[in-house]
């Protein structure tokens, strides 16, 4: 969550620069010179969460599952990117999106963990 809330909190402050920002990201020219940056920013955070997955594994003595690492970045992004477009579009007003993209990442967190019990096969 500390990786991704400065995201949140941007949001809250910007919503409509926020909102348009992310959707040149999403459906912007592929040879836009910042939609390219800023999708090689967001592989950066990917891949910082994925490692921070990865450290967390190796500390509890876990299998090493890169892979499985990879997935639960990239979906711990997707939650945030849709925890960011709420601001935007008044999406779910009765829930709080700090506290939903909590539980999201908590449950994704939870579920990487879980594959690392199974064989990289399953």
Known sequence: ???V????RLAKLHADNLATYQ???????PSQKYRREGLQIIAGL???I??????LAAARKLPQ???AARLAAIAIFAVTHLAVSRASTGAHPDHDPE????????QTVAGFFATLAESPSA
């Open 65 to 67: 599952r890169p892979d």
């Open 23 to 29: 959707s040149q990201l999403l459906f912007g020219a």
């Open 46 to 48: 990917e891949a910082s």
């Open 50 to 55: 994925a490692q921070r997955l990865c450290d």
């Open 1 to 3: 969550m500390a990786m």
């Open 5 to 8: 809330s400065p995201i949140l």
């Open 99 to 106: 506290a939903d993209l909590r539980l999201q990442i908590r």
